[in-house]
């Protein structure tokens, strides 16, 4: 916290910081408005000289004045020239008058008046910026609430449809086994062998989500760019249509602890969503190569990157995609879930994942990076 003091003419600028040093009080002499402006977030009073208020500086502290947040009221110290009341001794009052809560010292003035005055003013805004510190917590403890609440729920219905859709699974895998082994015509064979391929990758979908939630999952070893060549492979008729390029850089890299089945979902998820994005054309960029954490730190692993040339994300959306249930797409083709159980799998792995993404006509597109580790211990 530092008192800022604005006294350009004169020696009482230097004066009055020099005072305030030896009782060990930090202040910083500012020149001008812009100087005052920039350090006032942290500032804890501000000393004026009355020589200093010209009609527009008046006007543009009170104007930031009265933006400031609830809590804050910061101390304003107003050196006043004299006691006696002249014609330019009143012009001065009504030219300060927008300030308001102002405390003026009247020149010339006592050492211990002024230190006085500013240790009250510093020990009101102290009381200010715990204020501002408690009403902060309040804040963090409320949104981490409402994230909890919302993973709990999300995790809560994917395991409990999970759940109840074993019974008629297992029924259902039971009769087509009987209609295989009672007498039928020729073509129905195939049918029923295709229905049950169909039916093992459902159950196989909820027993996964079961798992999710309830058991580590297998780990790999997996090999990313083969992963990444299957996902693309699978999404190869919606790249088509959409009239998509692809552009791939995926040299061969090592491999990671981690299921194939849980990488597979991580990179469906966010290429899904960039061609969602790219309804008319477009440029979709997988890059995947070794490297280390981008957030620092040593540890190795793979970086990959799903970049797309679509809408972009707008600034207010980018901060929640992680979030379960926030969903754009009003056509019931999304649940919101997709970016969160993104997260969620490469958290598992002790990986990072980033959004930048650009709403910008020109040249709007979303990349999401992620980092995943050779081994899977928490960042440094
Ligand atoms: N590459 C992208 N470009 C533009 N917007 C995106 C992109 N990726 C995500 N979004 C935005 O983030 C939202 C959340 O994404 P998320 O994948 O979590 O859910 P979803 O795609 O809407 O639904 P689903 O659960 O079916 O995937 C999307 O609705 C979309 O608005
Ligand atoms: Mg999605």
Not at 288 to 303: C, F, H, K, T, V
Request: aromatic residues 4%.
């Amino acid at each position: 916290m530092s008192v800022l003091v604005m006294a350009p003419t004169g020696r009482d600028s230097f004066l009055i910081c020099d005072l305030l040093q030896k009782i060990s009080i930090h202040s910083t002499p500012v020149q001008d408005f812009h100087a005052a402006w920039i350090r006032m977030p942290d500032a804890g009073a501000l000393v004026l000289a009355e020589e200093a208020l010209t009609p527009e500086l008046v006007e543009s502290f009170s104007r930031v004045l009265k933006e400031q947040p609830a809590w804050s009221d910061l101390p304003l110290i107003l050196l006043t020239t004299s006691g006696e009341v002249t014609i330019q001794s009143l012009q001065r009052r009504t030219l300060r008058a927008p300030l308001g809560n102002v405390l003026l010292l009247e020149r010339p003035i006592r050492p211990e008046t002024l230190i006085s005055t500013i240790k009250s003013a510093l020990r009101a805004r102290s009381r200010q910026y715990q204020l501002r510190d408690q009403l902060q917590q309040y804040r963090q403890a409320e949104e981490a609430l409402r994230k909890a609440e919302k993973l709990a729920v999300a995790g809560r219905l994917a395991a409990s449809v999970a759940h109840e859709i074993n019974n008629p699974l297992e029924a259902v895998t039971n009769l087509l086994y009987l209609m295989r082994t009672t007498p039928h015509d020729p073509p129905m064979d195939e049918y029923l062998v295709l229905a049950e391929q169909e039916l093992a990758r459902v159950t196989e979908i909820a027993k996964q989500t079961l798992k999710f939630y309830r058991e580590p999952s297998p780990h790999g070893p997996t090999n990313v760019a083969e992963v990444l060549e299957s996902v693309l492979l699978l999404y190869r008729p919606r790249i088509a249509a959409r009239n998509v390029t692809v552009q791939k850089e995926l040299p061969p890299t090592a491999s990671i602890p981690a299921g194939a089945g849980e990488l597979r979902q991580l990179f469906s998820n966010l290429i899904g969503n960039a061609l969602d994005s790219m309804r008319s054309g477009g440029q979709l960029r997988i890059r995947a190569r070794e490297g280390l954490d981008p957030a620092g730190g040593q540890r190795a692993g793979i970086r990959i990157s799903v970049a797309d040339t679509g809408t972009g994300i707008p600034v207010e959306l980018r901060a929640k995609v992680f979030e379960p249930f926030v969903t754009t797409k009003t056509d019931d083709t999304g649940t919101g879930l997709g970016l969160w159980v993104t997260s969620e799998i490469v958290q598992k792995h002790g990986g990072k994942i980033r959004v930048r993404s650009s709403v910008d006509q020109q040249h709007s597109g979303t990349t999401f990076s992620v980092f995943l580790p050779y081994q899977n211990t928490p960042a440094a």
